[in-house]
């Protein structure tokens, strides 16, 4: 879990995204794609974005630890897949969630 100071508000809010794997928390992982902190609260050791911000990446993480979850319960019942699923173009990093719902919708 990673802590985010709300800008606007001083609110502390969370964002979270576990690997179903492993069961490890990897969002400060995540939130290394981020350009959008607006520094770091030592007193309250965490990072500082609008609300804005942490809403797009709070949404993100949600979506993404959803299609995560649901690949890893696919690839249990099909294990199958699991090279077509290597194949897909996940390089568009704002359309992973998507694609990877897709991916198990078509293969239900």
Avoid: H
Avoid at 44 to 73: G, V
């Amino acid at each position: 879990m990673t802590k985010i100071k709300i800008k606007e508000t001083g609110e502390i809010e969370e964002i979270l995204c576990v690997d179903p794997r492993s069961g490890i928390d990897w969002s400060m992982d995540l939130l290394g794609y981020c350009n959008d902190f607006d520094g770091y609260d030592d007193d309250l050791d965490c990072y500082i974005m609008s609300e804005e911000n942490y809403d797009w990446w709070n949404n993100y993480a949600n979506e993404y630890q959803k299609a995560d979850f649901a690949i890893t319960e696919l690839f249990k019942e099909k294990p199958e897949l699991i090279e077509e699923y290597e194949l897909l173009d996940l390089s568009e990093f704002n359309e992973q969630p998507t694609i990877m719902m897709a991916f198990v919708e078509e293969n239900k």
